[in-house]
């Protein structure tokens, strides 16, 4: 890491405590002694999870996301709480979300969704040789599971009726993994 790029926390102020993350507004000191503020979110992480039912079909959520005032199709995915690995959190949203268990996991990749905004790393993993468990939501949450082909996912994606950027990057991440 290069020195000379780093920012100098002086004043962490903590603006408000949520449910699950905190947010944050910094006075820094940058890397020619000016000052600057930095906002952001201070988040525990998530995992989401690419299923697949058989080689040719996913699953997919349908979920309404209030900050965008739309429902969604995305992946699986949630927050990793307390002591919990993203194996175990993907394998209880898995099974929450769609009362699906997989027999076998594999890590995708791991990336920063808005890393100007967030601390949140976000682990993707791929999920095979599905069986049915039970549905279990979240009392405040309200999903619906669709079945579709993993090519017609990626051509949602190339038609705009998927924008959820975890759920892009793992289609187009798995479509371009060597066969």
């Known amino acids: 890491m290069s020195k000379d790029l780093i920012e100098k926390p002086l004043n962490k102020k903590l603006i408000y405590k949520g449910k699950f993350t905190e947010f944050f507004c910094d006075e820094v000191q940058l890397p020619n002694g000016n000052l600057a503020i930095r906002e952001y979110v201070k988040h525990p992480g998530a995992a989401a999870v690419l299923p697949f039912i058989d080689k040719e079909n996913i699953v ?9 005032g739309k429902v969604t199709y995305e992946i699986p995915a949630g927050k990793i709480d307390a002591g919990e690995t993203p194996i175990e959190c993907i394998t209880r949203e898995l099974e929450e979300e769609t009362g699906c268990i997989a ?10 969704p808005t890393a100007a905004l967030s601390t949140e790393l976000l682990h993707i993993f791929s999920a095979f040789d599905l069986e049915e468990g039970s549905l279990n939501l979240d009392e405040d949450e309200f999903v619906g599971k669709e079945i579709v082909s993993f090519k017609n996912a990626l051509d949602m994606v190339k038609g705009g009726y998927i924008k959820d950027s975890k759920t892009i990057i793992a289609l187009l991440y798995f479509a371009n993994l060597p066969k």
């Open 60 to 68: 997919l959520v349908k979920q309404y996301r209030y900050a965008v």
């Open 103 to 112: 027999k076998k996991f594999e890590l995708l990749l791991s990336f920063y």
